[in-house]
């Protein structure tokens, strides 16, 4: 039983390390992703990131339209499974 009350034990205490650090690595990134710089941004830029896509639709819609059909088609099967 000593063993298994070591394993347990090990296991117990790198379970807890492991979810400290993932904890200390959620932190880390809500810095990059959920910031409000990022949201400001977007809310001030908004005319511009729209057109900037109108012309990239655009593009792919000559280049590449079997792109694009998988674009669309993705996009119907997501709407699809909501």
Not at 59 to 77: A, F, I, M
């Amino acid at each position: 039983m000593n063993i298994t009350n070591i394993n347990v034990s090990e296991l117990i205490a790198e379970n807890e390390r492991l979810k400290k650090e993932n904890e200390e690595l959620k932190e880390h990134l809500k810095k990059y992703t959920y910031s409000n710089s990022h949201k400001k941004y977007y809310e001030t830029n908004k005319e511009k990131i729209i057109e900037n896509r109108a012309k990239y639709l655009q593009k792919l819609k000559e280049e590449n339209p079997e792109k694009l059909k998988e674009y669309r088609r993705r996009s119907y099967e997501k709407v699809k499974n909501r």
